[in-house]
Nanobody, 122 residues
Framework: DVQLQAFGGGLVQAGGSLRLSCVGS????????IGWIRQAPGTEREKVTC????????YYSDSAKGRFTISRDNAKNTVYLQMNSLKPEDTSVYYC???????????????WGQGTLVTVSS
């Protein structure tokens, strides 16, 4: 079974940084595009970022551009999300997701696991 587990959330002050990790099992990283989506209570799921398994191409949402960086270590089946200059509006549960295309990852991922809560205080 494909499993994805996100780590690294926590409480941080506005302007601070966090690095999230997503460890995958049951597949090899080069099988899937992998990304991050987030959802705050009472809101719709929101795209954050995605990295291609084939050419390393990267998508960032407007809210993530310039502040967040996604990277992957295929040898460890791990994807990272470095988040800098965090804002209170970044408060959300962050999920890593995997699927065969960027579009699926960001909109309707086949695989996504337990998320990690990020809380940014003002």
């Amino acid at each position: 079974d494909v499993q994805l587990q996100a780590f690294g959330g926590g409480l941080v002050q506005a302007g601070g940084s966090l690095r999230l990790s997503c460890v995958g099992s049951g597949f090899t990283s080069d099988d899937y595009d992998i990304g991050w989506i987030r959802q705050a209570p009472g809101t719709e799921r929101e795209k954050v970022t995605c990295i291609s398994n084939s050419d390393g191409g990267i998508y960032y949402s407007d809210s993530a551009k310039g502040r967040f960086t996604i990277s992957r270590d295929n040898a460890k089946n791990t994807v990272y999300l470095q988040m800098n200059s965090l804002k209170p509006e970044d408060t959300s549960v962050y999920y890593c997701a995997a699927d065969s295309s960027w579009s699926n990852v960001l909109n309707s991922p086949r695989h996504w696991g337990q998320g990690t809560l990020v809380t940014v205080s003002s």
